[in-house]
């Protein structure tokens, strides 16, 4: 059976050049464009080549979490997923709307890579085996941006249903590389990298996902808007090393020209990740998780617990967490 490709964003602007060139281009992988709207998009949003869910749009889609799920949040996009999921995608893109395609995105994709590997269960600023100077990724814990870096395995297949592409030009760091050293830049033609145990945060900025790692997809409303896909890395590496996957790094696919952001405000929403994300991986660690796809699910509900124990998530996010996870069941059954 053929893959059969979803690309996710969400956005409350009028179409951007990602949005017209992604709706476009789509068709280069028979790819179904999702676009989830909220409550300050633009009430005359049309983008011809795209399903644009406002909200709305989102409640008719009969899934409990689209009613349950607070607006006026990036999390919104969850919804997307299960529409996409719903529509039978077998591989499903997610990137923004300032992320714009270079040719090399249109590529058909697979879950299974050959790719360098590193498994040292340490932190691992993966940026900086795809760059020479001093950068690192929103999420890393600052006192790792400068940790030797482990020498990768050589090149092995690997299985890896998460995939992290990069971005040149205004790349996913955090507000403090923002405001102290220089943007633009592009990252080098590096290798793909797996990692197999070591940790390093990914974003939803541009990256793949496979039908056994979609219910990782799920992004947290209660917690800082900056650290909601942040967050979500690190339960999804959690339970993807308990399953014997890799999550892997490649190079970048786009280019972003970012929306204009408070860069202040960002520093500001990412203050909980700066104080606590070395200790979310050390709770998370002690978490007991069981090997394979049925138990998925209940290690997610066994994460998330955690971390409202740690009170760094609202107690709120376990039922929307439970909403999710029967609106993935739905989804996944109504393609059969």
Not at 21 to 26: F, G, L, T, V
Not at 94 to 102: L, Q, R, S, V
Not at 115 to 124: D, F, G, H, K
Request: glycine share 6%.
């Amino acid at each position: 059976m053929s893959d059969k490709y979803a690309i996710v964003i969400t956005s409350i602007n009028y179409p951007t050049r990602a949005v017209t060139e992604i709706a476009r281009d789509a068709g280069r992988l028979d790819a179904r464009f999702v676009i989830v709207g909220d409550s300050k998009s633009p009430p005359d949003f049309a983008q011809p080549g795209a399903a644009y869910l406002d909200l709305d749009a989102q409640a008719r889609t009969g899934f409990r979490y689209a009613v349950e799920a607070p607006a006026q949040h990036y999390a919104r996009k969850n919804v997307g997923y299960l529409h996409a999921i719903a529509a039978g995608a077998t591989v499903l893109i997610e990137t923004d709307d300032d992320n714009i395609p270079h040719p090399e995105f249109w590529k058909p994709r697979s879950a299974r890579v050959s790719a360098r590997v590193i498994s040292q269960p340490a932190w691992t600023n993966v940026y900086r085996y795809f760059h020479d100077g001093l950068v690192w990724p929103r999420g890393l814990p600052l006192d790792q941006v400068n940790a030797p870096l482990p020498e990768p395995i050589s090149a092995q297949d690997v299985y890896c249903p998460i995939q992290q592409g990069l971005a040149d030009d205004n790349p996913d760091v955090d507000a403090i590389y923002r405001l102290l050293l220089p943007i633009p830049f592009r990252f080098n033609e590096a290798p793909a990298l797996a990692l197999r145990g070591a940790w390093c945060p990914f974003n939803s900025q541009n990256t793949t996902w496979w039908p056994d790692a979609f219910p990782l997809l799920y992004l947290p409303y209660h917690c800082s808007f900056r650290m909601t896909d942040i967050w979500r890395s690190f339960v999804a590496q959690r339970i993807a090393y308990a399953n014997g996957w890799g999550v892997l790094f490649h190079a970048a696919t786009v280019f972003q020209e970012r929306n204009v952001h408070d860069l202040m405000r960002d520093f500001a929403e990412e203050v909980p990740g700066y104080l606590h994300n070395t200790a979310i991986r050390d709770a998370l660690d002690q978490v007991e998780v069981g090997a394979g796809i049925a138990h998925i699910p209940d290690n997610m509900r066994a994460c998330y617990e955690r971390l409202v124990a740690l009170e760094l998530v609202g107690r709120g996010e376990l039922r929307l967490l439970d909403s999710w996870l029967e609106g993935l069941s739905e989804a996944t059954s109504s393609r059969f």
